[in-house]
T-cell receptor
Framework: DAGVIQSPRHEVTEMGQEVTLRCKPISGHNSLFWYRQTMMRGLELLIYFNNNVPIDDSGMPEDRFSAKMPNASFSTLKIQPSEPRDSAVYFC???????????FGSGTQLSVL | QQQVKQSPQSLIVQKGGIPIINCAYENTAFDYFPWYQQFPGKGPALLIAIRPDVSEKKEGRFTISFNKSAKQFSLHIMDSQPGDSATYFCAASKGSNYKLTFGKGTLLTVNP
């Protein structure tokens, strides 16, 4: 299994631009999580899905952030418009419904200039 | 409100030493306590985890000690190696959703 696949690995954009981060969870996993990692705040949970349905989006910082999971094998995290303070590493993670082990992707390093 | 407090922020030990990383939590409803290991450029990976019905769990060189009354748990790495140099995160969750709350991480350096 290739694990959780995220793209792109690196994204550099200018303030005000739309950014879309992509995630393919491990096949058979039915829970998907988006985390953001910064030096100041550590790993923060943004949103998680169960069976493609958003269960808890209380960590989404503001309306500029949105996430979708149109099917079991794909999720996106969109930031529109992006701001410099959004610069961080964004991780996607997935797990099965019966195992608590969370599998993380390698992350997307986002830089907003 | 920081629900999981981790210390120290960084730690340097010599090869063979026993680094200890500590975490304290506030929410008594937490019932799952994992430790994750992260290498540069990679996502965190589960190292070891414990539930509050036991006070200690050992897997290889890694041991979790858990003190329910004090709401604290710690990671011990026996016979540490340079390859153990990484950032370690404690975390906690409650219930079956396993929505993890992470500590801020400890950067461990093991010198040869």
């Amino acid at each position: 299994d290739a694990g959780v696949i995220q793209s792109p690995r690196h994204e550099v954009t200018e303030m005000g631009q739309e950014v879309t981060l992509r995630c393919k969870p491990i096949s058979g996993h039915n829970s998907l999580f988006w985390y953001r990692q910064t030096m100041m705040r550590g790993l923060e949970l943004l949103i998680y899905f169960n069976n493609n349905v958003p269960i808890d989006d209380s960590g989404m910082p503001e309306d500029r952030f949105s996430a979708k999971m149109p099917n079991a094998s794909f999720s996106t995290l969109k930031i529109q418009p992006s701001e410099p303070r959004d610069s961080a590493v964004y991780f996607c993670a997935s797990r099965t419904g019966i195992n608590e082990k969370l599998f993380f992707g390698s992350g997307t390093q986002l830089s907003v200039l | 409100q920081q629900q999981v407090k981790q210390s120290p922020q960084s730690l340097i030990v010599q090869k063979g030493g026993i680094p200890i990383i500590n975490c304290a939590y506030e929410n008594t409803a937490f019932d799952y306590f994992p430790w994750y290991q992260q290498f540069p450029g990679k996502g965190p990976a589960l190292l070891i985890a414990i539930r509050p019905d036991v006070s200690e769990k050992k897997e290889g060189r890694f041991t979790i000690s858990f003190n329910k009354s004090a709401k604290q748990f710690s990671l011990h790495i026996m016979d540490s190696q340079p390859g153990d140099s990484a950032t370690y995160f404690c975390a906690a969750s409650k219930g079956s959703n396993y929505k993890l709350t992470f500590g801020k991480g400890t950067l461990l350096t093991v010198n040869p």
